[in-house]
């Protein structure tokens, strides 16, 4: 029975926009349901951004704001709550391996089950004991035809054992990395009784933005950024790691040339979504084999958000291909050879470099609320039993960080990667002005994450705790007034930081003398005309001169603002 029931109408007209963004966590995204329908009866969603199981939640409410925004179709809705509630019968067999990794993959769900040391203990021996048992076979055997005695093939056994367990672990890592470094696809397998997880998501997104009659050809992020009968598109992100130049990127624009083979995507996406690339991609120049990637509006929305939750060793990495200047580059500065080669790329969960991207849609002053959902940790103390929501209020609320205990190796080398990979996300979630607007959803061990195995009820329980945000934001547990205040001031302060340091390089570091000079004689950028130039210096002249607005300064020893204090400073446009 479903959690809770609505009508087309309860999403017919909401009298407000926002945006919301939804962080990664495998199987935790069952929080995001609900949370989305309760939100959907009193917003509008604008911008909608995920990473991994958050960027799977953000396909679906997009398909269902295109529903209903630019077709009129607040069915959509109902549909994607349809496909949402079929999640906790579903779950297990969306994670559908390979047919080499079906075994291993059956050790590992039944290993992290919650079933207890004896049953883990009987899933070690079912996996390893026939590996184990040829390998004390062979060795005792070769100690015996040694004419050893009983001690020789007992140790032999035991090297024969350790033998054999290192050839199957290193056989297991070779085959992983000739299967993209993944256990499953995403496609349906041979024998499934189901379909996998892309194959699901393709027909639920398809079903949710187009209704029964359907469409052939897959949702894309231009359909969603096609203007609706409101003037306002539908602005969708996704985060995805490219894990072989270190960096993330926000799909659905790369910002970067690469290729695909479309070959190699066979295996990971729907027929559909492979004709629809063959007839919206173009072949690159002495690359015959290869493709283009798409343009943003040409890309299906399911591919985005495969690529954003292809969580390292679960799901296959997604491969393209880039020509790679910079090494060559280097190379030639080194004496090397500087031949400009094809590189293969590996694009990984978007969670390794940004699992919590709450800085998407960002402005210096907000014009409408930004909800963020983050899946946390239930603490040390607290109870299962107890509230698993919290909403900040108060304006110290959540400035500080959890502190994480770090009482064993694994725990210390887990700490090491969780540090790496999230310190931007956590630092700017404590930040004034951001962490009011995040709902904090607390789950225990065996509640989301890699527990894929998770019994119906305990999924169902998720989907209760998302509806439980949902019901807090839609019902006002952000006063946006308040929030807009906290911004103001937070804004302010940089602003006049910035413009006292601007004027104070612009003058009297004389900055605005040496430019005036320099650009007669200047050595790149020639498309920037004399005119142009002047244009430049002067307006740059003026902000400086903004100073005196911000004369006598409040931002002092004396702290009166905001804790803690941020920077305003220009990064890289993901």
Same mark, same amino acid.
Request: with cysteine.
């Given at each position: 029975?479903?959690?809770?029931?609505?009508?087309?109408?309860?999403?017919?007209?909401?009298?407000?926009?926002?945006?919301?963004?939804?962080?990664?966590?495998?199987?935790?995204?069952?929080?995001?349901?609900?949370?989305?329908?309760?939100?959907?009866?009193?917003?509008?969603?604008?911008?909608?951004?995920?990473?991994?199981?958050?960027?799977?939640?953000?396909?679906?409410?997009?398909?269902?704001?295109?529903?209903?925004?630019?077709?009129?179709?607040?069915?959509?809705?109902?549909?994607?709550?349809?496909?949402?509630?079929?999640?906790?019968?579903?779950?297990?067999?969306?994670?559908?391996?390979?047919?080499?990794?079906?075994?291993?993959?059956?050790?590992?769900?039944?290993?992290?089950?919650?079933?207890?040391?004896?049953?883990?203990?009987?899933?070690?021996?079912?996996?390893?004991?026939?590996?184990?048992?040829?390998?004390?076979?062979?060795?005792?055997?070769?100690?015996?035809?040694?004419?050893?005695?009983?001690?020789?093939?007992?140790?032999?056994?035991?090297?024969?054992?350790?033998?054999?367990?290192?050839?199957?672990?290193?056989?297991?890592?070779?085959?992983?990395?000739?299967?993209?470094?993944?256990?499953?696809?995403?496609?349906?397998?041979?024998?499934?009784?189901?379909?996998?997880?892309?194959?699901?998501?393709?027909?639920?997104?398809?079903?949710?933005?187009?209704?029964?009659?359907?469409?052939?050809?897959?949702?894309?992020?231009?359909?969603?950024?096609?203007?609706?009968?409101?003037?306002?598109?539908?602005?969708?992100?996704?985060?995805?790691?490219?894990?072989?130049?270190?960096?993330?990127?926000?799909?659905?624009?790369?910002?970067?040339?690469?290729?695909?083979?479309?070959?190699?995507?066979?295996?990971?996406?729907?027929?559909?979504?492979?004709?629809?690339?063959?007839?919206?991609?173009?072949?690159?120049?002495?690359?015959?084999?290869?493709?283009?990637?798409?343009?943003?509006?040409?890309?299906?929305?399911?591919?985005?958000?495969?690529?954003?939750?292809?969580?390292?060793?679960?799901?296959?990495?997604?491969?393209?291909?880039?020509?790679?200047?910079?090494?060559?580059?280097?190379?030639?500065?080194?004496?090397?050879?500087?031949?400009?080669?094809?590189?293969?790329?590996?694009?990984?969960?978007?969670?390794?470099?940004?699992?919590?991207?709450?800085?998407?849609?960002?402005?210096?002053?907000?014009?409408?609320?930004?909800?963020?959902?983050?899946?946390?940790?239930?603490?040390?103390?607290?109870?299962?039993?107890?509230?698993?929501?919290?909403?900040?209020?108060?304006?110290?609320?959540?400035?500080?960080?959890?502190?994480?205990?770090?009482?064993?190796?694994?725990?210390?080398?887990?700490?090491?990667?969780?540090?790496?990979?999230?310190?931007?996300?956590?630092?700017?979630?404590?930040?004034?002005?951001?962490?009011?607007?995040?709902?904090?959803?607390?789950? &225990? !061990? /065996?509640?989301? #994450?890699?527990? @894929?195995?998770?019994?119906? +009820?305990? =999924?169902?329980?998720?989907? %209760?705790? $998302?509806?439980?945000?949902?019901?807090?934001?839609?019902?006002?547990?952000?006063?946006?007034?308040?929030?807009?205040?906290?911004?103001?001031?937070?804004?302010?302060?940089?602003?006049?930081?910035?413009?006292?340091?601007?004027?104070?390089?612009? &003058? !009297? /570091?004389?900055? #605005?003398?040496? @430019?005036?000079?320099?650009? +007669?004689? =200047?050595?790149?950028?020639? %498309?920037? $005309?004399?005119?142009?130039?002047?244009?430049?210096?002067?307006?740059?002249?003026?902000?400086?001169?903004?100073?005196?607005?911000?004369?006598?300064?409040?931002?002092?020893?004396?702290?009166?603002?905001?804790?803690?204090?941020?920077?305003?400073?220009?990064?890289?446009?993901?």
């Amino acid at each position: 029975m479903p959690l809770a029931s609505y009508q087309a109408s309860d999403f017919a007209d909401p009298a407000k926009d926002c945006d919301i963004i939804m962080k990664g966590g495998v199987t935790s995204g069952l929080v995001y349901p609900y949370a989305i329908l309760e939100m959907a009866r009193v917003y509008r969603f604008r911008s909608i951004g995920g990473t991994s199981a958050g960027a799977i939640a953000a396909a679906f409410a997009a398909a269902a704001e295109y529903a209903r925004s630019t077709r009129n179709d607040p069915d959509g809705f109902l549909r994607m709550q349809a496909h949402c509630e079929q999640l906790p019968a579903l779950l297990a067999g969306l994670f559908q391996p390979a047919p080499q990794f079906r075994t291993l993959m059956a050790f590992l769900l039944r290993a992290q089950a919650d079933s207890g040391k004896l049953a883990t203990a009987g899933a070690v021996m079912a996996l390893f004991w026939p590996i184990l048992s040829a390998g004390i076979a062979i060795g005792a055997a070769l100690a015996v035809l040694a004419q050893g005695g009983a001690v020789a093939a007992i140790l032999g056994g035991a090297i024969g054992a350790v033998a054999a367990l290192i050839l199957f672990l290193r056989g297991t890592a070779t085959a992983l990395a000739r299967h993209n470094f993944g256990l499953c696809t995403g496609l349906t397998q041979p024998g499934a009784s189901q379909q996998g997880l892309t194959d699901w998501m393709h027909a639920a997104i398809q079903d949710i933005a187009f209704g029964p009659a359907g469409r052939p050809e897959p949702l894309t992020f231009g359909d969603l950024e096609s203007l609706s009968p409101d003037g306002k598109p539908i602005e969708l992100r996704m985060m995805t790691t490219n894990l072989s130049m270190r960096r993330p990127h926000t799909l659905p624009n790369l910002r970067m040339r690469a290729f695909l083979d479309l070959d190699a995507w066979r295996a990971m996406f729907p027929a559909a979504i492979i004709d629809h690339l063959a007839k919206v991609t173009t072949v690159p120049k002495h690359h015959e084999t290869l493709r283009d990637f798409p343009a943003a509006p040409d890309l299906p929305v399911v591919v985005a958000a495969r690529m954003s939750l292809s969580f390292p060793l679960l799901f296959c990495a997604v491969p393209m291909w880039t020509r790679d200047i910079a090494s060559s580059v280097l190379a030639r500065h080194t004496g090397g050879d500087g031949t400009v080669r094809l590189r293969r790329l590996w694009f990984i969960d978007g969670g390794v470099s940004s699992n919590f991207p709450i800085h998407m849609f960002d402005a210096l002053l907000p014009s409408r609320p930004t909800f963020a959902l983050s899946l946390d940790a239930l603490p040390p103390g607290g109870l299962a039993s107890g509230n698993r929501v919290k909403f900040s209020t108060s304006a110290g609320d959540g400035v500080n960080l959890p502190v994480h205990e770090v009482d064993g190796l694994f725990a210390f080398a887990g700490s090491i990667l969780d540090a790496a990979k999230d310190w931007q996300d956590n630092m700017l979630s404590g930040m004034p002005g951001q962490r009011e607007r995040i709902a904090r959803v607390m789950l &225990s !061990a /065996s509640e989301g #994450g890699l527990n @894929l195995t998770m019994p119906p +009820a305990r =999924s169902a329980a998720l989907m %209760r705790y $998302g509806r439980e945000v949902g019901l807090g934001f839609a019902n006002g547990a952000l006063d946006f007034d308040e929030h807009r205040w906290r911004r103001a001031l937070v804004a302010y302060e940089q602003l006049e930081r910035t413009v006292h340091a601007t004027a104070q390089t612009w &003058s !009297a /570091s004389g900055f #605005g003398a040496w @430019l005036k000079g320099y650009m +007669a004689v =200047s050595k790149s950028y020639g %498309r920037v $005309g004399k005119a142009d130039r002047a244009r430049i210096r002067a307006r740059l002249n003026g902000f400086a001169g903004l100073a005196r607005l911000f004369s006598p300064p409040m931002v002092g020893k004396e702290r009166k603002l905001p804790r803690p204090p941020g920077r305003l400073k220009i990064g890289p446009d993901l």
